[in-house]
Every structure is written in structure tokens, then in C-alpha cells.
């Protein structure tokens, strides 16, 4: 028992001398710094674009013409269309309310027979001109027998031209003076004779008369006319506030409609934008620039079609934006059916009749193809820096290029600059980017990860 304590202590013993020479006899190894890893970079490939850019924004539908139809006679309404309803559908001409004509078709003829009187006064007023006229040819013509007849001899006395009356002198006398017509006829009041010759101002009044009586006339089948109130284009009934039995006074409101022709969608757009409409530099946009308007149903969107038709005349003061108009025709009937934004439809499709009807208020997203700015690229908004700076990766080193911003449409830019076909964009931040800095692809290091083990 003693002897193999004994062995076993001599073995431990050796064992720590041995441990311990190792320690002392291994050889130090050399110091050496860390190899600089190059940052890793996410990129996205740029891929040249050519011909109109689509120039996108929001705007809310309006109508392009919208009135209130009041009354402009007084009385109580005998008939109202079943068509002026909220939302109802009238065609231009179409008789929306009548107001009780009694009373004014009683004016009417009131005035007709005024004017007829007045035509009978004028005649006869006429009859008495020519009356006048007649007689005084008649005074002219005697006087001029009265001149070449003997002196002092009534022309119209036939025996005194033989035999003149005692005292009546022979000798021929200088002529009497010419009679002047009297200023009814001349229309000189100094000279008026007692309103024999020619009544002239007997007729003034007399056809001033005609014509009052014809404008009173009109004036009565004017408000006639006035008791039936008709829709003034095809539009829709935004609201109505008459029923049949309601008293109507002058001005009063009956019913608001608007033009379901054309409706209108007003499309503020910032001036990096508004640049790209056609025309901008005259101050519109080129005729016929094509649109569209676009309203969201949930999983089911709807489009129309339309045209640019102007630019608002003023700049907003607030946005310093521009207002682009865009007219929608046929807006009742031309939605046209486009994959929706909405999500993965549920259930079955319930759209089973005709499409709906663009509507004033809705919130629509807009298209319109704008200009054609040449080449251009696309990009992530994320990857343009301050000052519009772009890093590009070439040969695994950066490259800064300044980007000339054309249009921008929710997460995409469009750009210009020293880009090229090709070329791989950093989307992601790199703290300390400078010019000629080394980077990693993240593509690449991936692929390295995804590299299987050759033992070696």
C-alpha cells in the first residue's frame, strides 16, 4: 500500500514538470492588427426610362357648373317633378315646378287688350294727320287762285270777276305773304297754328301709347313664362326644398342641381411637378393632355377617363402649389374597372350590376400624362441625400453623383444627372461615406454566407 503512494506521487510529479517546461519552452505569437472590413452597401440597379412621365396627385371631384333654381314670380306651386329628388336625374328643358299661371295669363290678356286698344287710337290719330293734310292742300291750293285771280276778287266769287262790287279796287296789288304750316306740322311751337295742320304731336303720343302698352305685353308674358321653371342643362339634383301647396315668393330657393355632363377634379401640384404639364410655359396646358381619375371601392377601383383642361390662374399662397383642372366627361356612366389597391378581395364579388357614378366630393387619385423629358431613371426616394446627392457604386468603391429631381410619386424619384444604364445605386445610410470609399455589396456577402464549407 505504501509503495504505490509512492508511485503515484513520482507520477504527478513528473507530470507538472513536464506541464511546466511546455509553458516556458512555447513560442510567443506575433502581434497582428485586424484587417479593415469595408461597410456593406444595398443597391438597386438603374434601368434607363424614355417617352411621357406619368405625373400623379389627389384632388377632390367638383362639379363643373352648379346653380339654384329660385323663382322670379310669386304664388303657390301646382306641380312638381317626380324627378327633383335628392340624386335624381333631369334633362335640360324638362319642367321641374309650376307656379299658378291664373293671375298672370289674366295680365296677359289685360295687356293684349291694351295694346289693341292703343293700335285703334293710333289710327284714328293717323286718320286725323291725313284729314289735316288734306285740308291744308286745300287752304294752299286757294290761296294760290286767290293770287292770280284780280285783286280784292274771291277766285271762288265767279260773277265778281265780271262785275266787281262797288269799292273793290281793280289795280293789282302786291301778293300777301305765304301762310306758313303751323308747328304741328314743322314741329315748331312758335308757329302753331291751333293744331290743325298734320297733328303731329298727337301721333308721338299716340304711338308712344303702342308702345307702352306692346312692353306691358311682354312685360305680362314674361312672367307667364316665369311660372314654369325648367332644368337649364342635364344634371343631377343635389337638394330640393319645394313640394306642391308651398307658397313661393321671388328669390326663393327651389332646388340645387349640377351639370352631369362634366365633372371636374382639381389637382394642386407642387412646381417640380406642375413643370412636367404640357403648355406650362403659356400659361395652360396643351389641349387634350390625357387623364385619368381614379376612386378606391376597397379591394375594387374604378376609373375615368379624361382630359387636362386648364391650369388655375394663381399660384396658392400657402402650398405654392399649382392647380391643375382635370374635366371628366360622362362621369354617370364611363367608370371602367381596374385591379384594386385595397387588399386580397373577401368573399364574393357584390359589384354584380353597372358600374358606379363619379360623384361630387369624392377623393380621387389622378394620372396625367405629362412631358417627355428625355432619359431619365428611377430610383427610391431614400436613396438621394442632402443636397440631392447619389452614391453609385463602381468597381466596389463610391462614386457621388448629384441627381437632378424631374418628378416624385410616392416612394419613387425620377431623375436626371451622370447616371447610366447599369449603374448600382446606395439605398441604404453609410455613416462616414466619403468619395473613393471602399464598400461591400450586401449581394455579395450573401452569397458568400450562403457559400458551402470545402473542409479546406
Known amino acids: 500500500m505504501r509503495k504505490q503512494l509512492v508511485i503515484a506521487a513520482a507520477v504527478l510529479a513528473v507530470g507538472a514538470a513536464g506541464s511546466a517546461a511546455l509553458v516556458l519552452l512555447r513560442q510567443q505569437p506575433q502581434a497582428e492588427e485586424p484587417a479593415p472590413r469595408a461597410p456593406v452597401v444595398q ?8 417617352g411621357p412621365v406619368v405625373v ?12 339654384a333654381l329660385a323663382a322670379q314670380v310669386s304664388g303657390r306651386a301646382v306641380y312638381v317633378s317626380r324627378d327633383l329628388v335628392s340624386g335624381g336625374r333631369v334633362a335640360e328643358g324638362e319642367l321641374l315646378v309650376r307656379i299658378d299661371p291664373t293671375d298672370y295669363r289674366n ?17 284714328q290719330t293717323q286718320e286725323e294727320a291725313r284729314l289735316a293734310r288734306r285740308e291744308y292742300e286745300r287752304f294752299q291750293a286757294r290761296e294760290s287762285d286767290r293770287r292770280d ?4 276778287v274771291d277766285p271762288d266769287d265767279y260773277a265778281s270777276r265780271f262785275v266787281p262790287p262797288p269799292g273793290v279796287s281793280t289795280t293789282p296789288q302786291r301778293q300777301p305773304p305765304t301762310v306758313q304750316p303751323g308747328g304741328l306740322l314743322f314741329r315748331e311751337p312758335q308757329l302753331q297754328a291751333g293744331g290743325l295742320l298734320f ?66 377634379v382639381a389637382v394642386p401640384l407642387p412646381d417640380t411637378t406642375a413643370i412636367l404639364l404640357p403648355g406650362l410655359g403659356g400659361g395652360e396646358t396643351a389641349p387634350g393632355s390625357p387623364a385619368e381619375a381614379i376612386i ?47 387588399g386580397a378581395e373577401s368573399g364574393p364579388d357584390v359589384q354584380a350590376g353597372p358600374p358606379p357614378a363619379l360623384l361630387p366630393g369624392q377623393f380621387a387619385q389622378v394620372r396625367i400624362e405629362g412631358a417627355a423629358p428625355g432619359v431619365h431613371f428611377a430610383l427610391p426616394r431614400r436613396a438621394i441625400g442632402r443636397g440631392s446627392q447619389v452614391w453609385v457604386v463602381e468597381d466596389g468603391r463610391l462614386r457621388a453623383v448629384t ?40 449581394s455579395a456577402v450573401e452569397q458568400d454566407r450562403r457559400r458551402p464549407d470545402d473542409g479546406s
Open 199 to 264: 297733328r303731329e304731336p298727337q301721333l308721338q303720343a299716340a304711338q308712344a301709347g303702342l308702345d307702352r302698352a306692346r312692353a306691358q305685353l311682354e312685360e305680362a308674358q314674361i312672367a307667364l313664362a316665369r311660372t314654369e321653371i325648367r332644368a337649364p342643362f342635364d344634371a343631377v339634383v343635389r337638394s330640393k326644398a319645394i313640394a306642391v301647396g308651398g307658397l313661393v315668393q321671388p328669390g326663393q330657393q327651389l332646388a340645387q342641381i349640377y351639370a352631369s355632363d362634366v365633372l371636374e
Open 43 to 50: 443597391t438597386v440597379r438603374l434601368e434607363a426610362r424614355t
Open 107 to 123: 295680365r296677359v290678356r289685360q295687356a293684349r287688350a291694351a295694346v289693341q286698344q292703343a293700335e285703334v287710337e293710333l289710327a
Open 296 to 342: 378606391d371601392y376597397g379591394a375594387i377601383d374604378y376609373a375615368w377617363a379624361g382630359r387636362v383642361d386648364r391650369l388655375e390662374g394663381a399660384v396658392d399662397e400657402r402650398a405654392r402649389t399649382l392647380t391643375a383642372v382635370i374635366q371628366i366627361p360622362r362621369p354617370l356612366t364611363g367608370a371602367r374597372r381596374v385591379p384594386g389597391t385595397g
Open 56 to 67: 400623379t396627385g389627389s384632388g377632390v371631384v367638383r362639379p363643373r357648373a352648379e346653380v
Open 403 to 442: 441627381a437632378r429631381l424631374i418628378h416624385t410619386a410616392d416612394d419613387t424619384a425620377l431623375v436626371q444627372g451622370g447616371f447610366a444604364e447599369g449603374d448600382r445605386v446606395v439605398v441604404n445610410e453609410i455613416s462616414g461615406a466619403v468619395e473613393g470609399m471602399e464598400v461591400r455589396l450586401a
Open 149 to 152: 285771280g284780280p285783286a280784292g
